[in-house]
């Protein structure tokens, strides 16, 4: 049991390591997309301010000249940079919404894998103590029957050796006895 309660614990805390480093992965990678955003709108401004400049200045050249031209001019391009305006903030957000989903998928197939792991440990940790006990059990039960039967082996020997010892002191008590009379016959005679 104590085994199996370690290897539980043991398994507990790599589960908690691991969905801690999920967590920040996430954490990081959203950091990271924020600030790529921001880079692009940055620069995204700044070609804005660019092209105006460049627009102004043409319009102060030929102002007499190109007035309608440059105005067209002037709304075609602002028109052209909210697109691309809108088209990275919304190529960035589907980005951003497919790493997470990535990440999400990422997080709970490891999960998965993490709490099938611990259990295969758990259930191998349970049998092989079984198994342990059963064998302890059995050597146990042997030696016990062998001892048992070595005792016994051991009893029988020493009540044969008790018989043989007092049926030979039997006979010598007799044929002692038989030599008496004979002795004591003989003198009589």
Do not use: H, N
Request: aromatic content about 0%.
């Amino acid at each position: 049991m104590v085994v199996v309660v370690e290897v539980v614990v043991v398994v507990v805390v790599v589960v908690v390591a691991v969905v801690i480093v999920v967590v920040v992965v996430v954490v990081v990678v959203e950091v990271v997309v924020v600030v790529v955003v921001v880079v692009v709108v940055v620069v995204v401004v700044v070609v804005v301010v660019v092209v105006v400049v460049v627009v102004v200045v043409v319009i102060v050249v030929v102002v007499v000249v190109v007035v309608v031209a440059v105005v067209v001019v002037v709304v075609v391009v602002v028109v052209v940079v909210v697109v691309v305006v809108v088209v990275v903030v919304v190529v960035v957000v589907v980005v951003a919404v497919v790493v997470e989903v990535v990440v999400v998928v990422v997080v709970v197939v490891v999960v998965v894998v993490v709490v099938v792991v611990v259990v295969v440990v758990v259930v191998v940790a349970v049998v092989v103590v079984v198994v342990v006990v059963v064998v302890v059990v059995v050597v146990v039960v042997v030696v016990v029957v062998v001892v048992e039967v070595v005792l016994v082996l051991v009893l029988v020997v020493v009540v044969i050796v008790v018989v043989v010892v007092v049926v030979v002191v039997v006979v010598v008590v007799v044929v002692v006895v038989v030599v008496v009379v004979v002795e004591v016959v003989v003198v009589v005679v």
